[in-house]
């Protein structure tokens, strides 16, 4: 853009370009463009493709999203409308990466601080009623299902959408990359029952069932007796409903139940959670896997599928946009904490396999389907709704291809005075 063309844009365009300029000196490769509100666009650099368009959508876009940023700040404009993502939205965290870790020192403020405030005006309301507010002391069973409501209540009609036909909401497991949803889940929940081991008539129970994917595959093709626990009544609904479908309903059942209180004098012969560790808190895994080992009998299996967070990987203080608009009071701590409160609570720990990478494509796949079924989210929920996921999961997928977040599965035995009931080795998980 040269000088002649700057000077004769709009006043506001031109505070706006030049801010953004001093923002964007130092990025590379500057792989995007920007449209401002008036149609003007500040292209990418020469020789590099444009991956996406940041599209601001007024004046007041701009103090929005840079005064003093950071993640709830970005995320909050995108999602009211503030600024708009065409493209492919995953390449936009590696920008919002370097706009958080800018230096906000007084030199550069003085810079540009002034000509973010003047363009202040206009734009939208932000409408703050829709983050969660829980109150009450953290991880009671009170607050841990209106936790959990916030989040899975809002509509099975909502996930049906974008993800597989079974409705499995956690990481698939990939054979290759070009492997549609579909196929990935199922080889995900044949591989958890192969992994536990599962014989016909075997009681399993799984916590934090979801839809009850894993029981109706468990009952219907390894002939588990299974029970699955949700603090989510649509989902146990749902759940019994498509169990019910499967003509399985004297063989695995769905019920509102918190593990906190589960009382099965009998024990189960397997344990299963898949995507509900992170909501038990840090404070309360010991109690979790105490809990969970007094479920299961003597020479019992437990596998536990459940996002962590790298080692080196702090987070941010304070709630982040996840927490306020997603996943309240969710809680991803490293796997060597885990192991070790395992450990103490009386587990044997015989095998740890780390899918990180099969949850980026999963992320990326639902993403995906997501996008195209943009005017029925519309339909169900509205559009507000719609960003929030498309924001969420995008950012969840730069994460985990990071390397700042994993997922593992964490296979653990209840051993029989000393005897753990494995194999020798692992040939029969990849037969």
Request: glycine share 10%.
């Given at each position: 853009?040269?000088?002649e063309?700057?000077?004769?844009?709009?006043?506001t365009?031109?505070?706006?370009?030049g801010i953004l300029?001093?923002?964007?000196n130092?990025?590379r490769?500057?792989?995007?463009?920007?449209?401002?509100?008036?149609?003007?666009?500040?292209?990418?650099?020469?020789g590099?493709?444009?991956r996406?368009?940041?599209?601001?959508?007024h004046?007041?876009?701009?103090?929005?999203m840079?005064?003093?940023?950071n993640e709830?700040?970005l995320?909050?404009?995108?999602?009211?409308?503030?600024?708009?993502?065409?493209?492919?939205?995953?390449a936009?965290?590696?920008l919002?990466?370097y706009?958080?870790n800018?230096s906000?020192?007084?030199?550069?403020w003085?810079r540009?601080?002034?000509?973010?405030?003047?363009?202040?005006?206009?734009?939208?309301?932000?409408k703050?009623?829709r983050?969660a507010?829980?109150?009450?002391?953290?991880h009671?069973?009170?607050?841990?299902?209106?936790?959990v409501t916030?989040?899975?209540?809002m509509?099975?009609?909502?996930?049906?959408?974008?993800?597989?036909?079974?409705?499995?909401?956690s990481?698939?497991?990939?054979?290759?990359?070009?492997?549609?949803?579909?196929?990935?889940?199922?080889?995900?929940?044949d591989?958890i029952?192969?992994?536990?081991?599962?014989?016909p008539?075997?009681?399993?129970?799984?916590?934090?069932?979801?839809?009850?994917?894993?029981?109706?595959?468990a009952a219907?093709?390894?002939?588990?007796?299974?029970?699955?626990i949700?603090l989510?009544?649509p989902?146990?609904?749902?759940?019994?409903e498509?169990?019910?479908?499967?003509?399985?309903?004297?063989r695995?059942?769905?019920?509102?139940?918190d593990?906190?209180?589960?009382?099965?004098p009998?024990g189960?012969?397997k344990?299963?959670?898949?995507?509900?560790f992170?909501?038990v808190?840090?404070a309360?895994l010991?109690?979790?896997?105490?809990?969970?080992?007094?479920?299961?009998?003597?020479g019992?299996?437990?596998?536990?599928?459940?996002?962590?967070?790298?080692m080196?990987?702090?987070g941010?203080?304070?709630?982040?946009?996840?927490d306020?608009?997603?996943?309240?009071?969710?809680?991803?701590?490293?796997?060597?904490?885990?192991l070790?409160?395992?450990?103490r609570?009386?587990?044997?720990v015989r095998?740890v396999?780390?899918?990180r990478?099969?949850?980026?494509?999963?992320?990326?796949?639902w993403?995906?389907?997501?996008?195209a079924k943009?005017?029925?989210?519309?339909?169900i929920t509205?559009?507000?709704?719609?960003?929030?996921?498309?924001l969420?999961?995008?950012?969840?997928?730069?994460e985990?291809?990071?390397?700042r977040?994993?997922?593992?599965q964490?296979?653990?035995?209840?051993?029989?005075?000393?005897r753990?009931?494995?194999?020798l080795?692992r040939?029969?998980?990849y037969a």
């Amino acid at each position: 853009m040269s000088v002649e063309v700057v000077q004769s844009l709009d006043r506001t365009v031109r505070t706006g370009l030049g801010i953004l300029r001093d923002l964007f000196n130092d990025y590379r490769p500057r792989d995007f463009a920007i449209r401002f509100w008036d149609g003007t666009i500040w292209d990418s650099e020469p020789g590099q493709p444009r991956r996406f368009t940041l599209c601001l959508n007024h004046p007041g876009s701009l103090c929005k999203m840079f005064w003093q940023p950071n993640e709830v700040k970005l995320g909050e404009a995108y999602i009211y409308d503030d600024f708009d993502i065409e493209g492919d939205i995953g390449a936009v965290f590696s920008l919002a990466d370097y706009v958080t870790n800018l230096s906000t020192g007084f030199t550069r403020w003085l810079r540009y601080g002034a000509r973010l405030l003047d363009l202040a005006l206009g734009g939208h309301v932000w409408k703050l009623g829709r983050a969660a507010k829980l109150g009450g002391r953290l991880h009671t069973k009170k607050r841990d299902k209106r936790a959990v409501t916030f989040h899975y209540d809002m509509s099975n009609e909502f996930f049906a959408l974008w993800l597989d036909k079974r409705m499995v909401y956690s990481s698939a497991y990939f054979g290759a990359l070009d492997d549609d949803l579909d196929t990935a889940q199922k080889r995900k929940l044949d591989y958890i029952c192969r992994k536990l081991r599962l014989k016909p008539g075997e009681r399993l129970l799984d916590i934090g069932c979801g839809w009850g994917g894993l029981l109706i595959h468990a009952a219907k093709h390894y002939g588990a007796r299974a029970l699955g626990i949700t603090l989510s009544s649509p989902q146990a609904e749902l759940a019994n409903e498509l169990i019910s479908r499967e003509g399985l309903s004297g063989r695995c059942s769905a019920k509102v139940l918190d593990y906190r209180d589960i009382h099965e004098p009998e024990g189960f012969d397997k344990l299963v959670s898949v995507g509900m560790f992170e909501h038990v808190g840090e404070a309360k895994l010991s109690e979790y896997f105490r809990r969970a080992r007094r479920l299961l009998r003597p020479g019992g299996v437990f596998l536990n599928h459940g996002i962590a967070r790298a080692m080196g990987n702090t987070g941010r203080r304070g709630p982040g946009f996840v927490d306020r608009y997603v996943f309240p009071d969710s809680d991803m701590v490293p796997l060597s904490s885990t192991l070790r409160i395992a450990e103490r609570a009386g587990f044997e720990v015989r095998d740890v396999e780390s899918l990180r990478e099969h949850y980026a494509l999963t992320l990326r796949s639902w993403v995906r389907r997501l996008e195209a079924k943009y005017h029925d989210a519309r339909r169900i929920t509205d559009e507000a709704t719609y960003r929030i996921w498309r924001l969420y999961m995008s950012g969840s997928a730069y994460e985990f291809q990071r390397g700042r977040l994993s997922v593992y599965q964490v296979l653990m035995v209840k051993p029989d005075r000393g005897r753990s009931g494995l194999p020798l080795t692992r040939e029969d998980w990849y037969a």
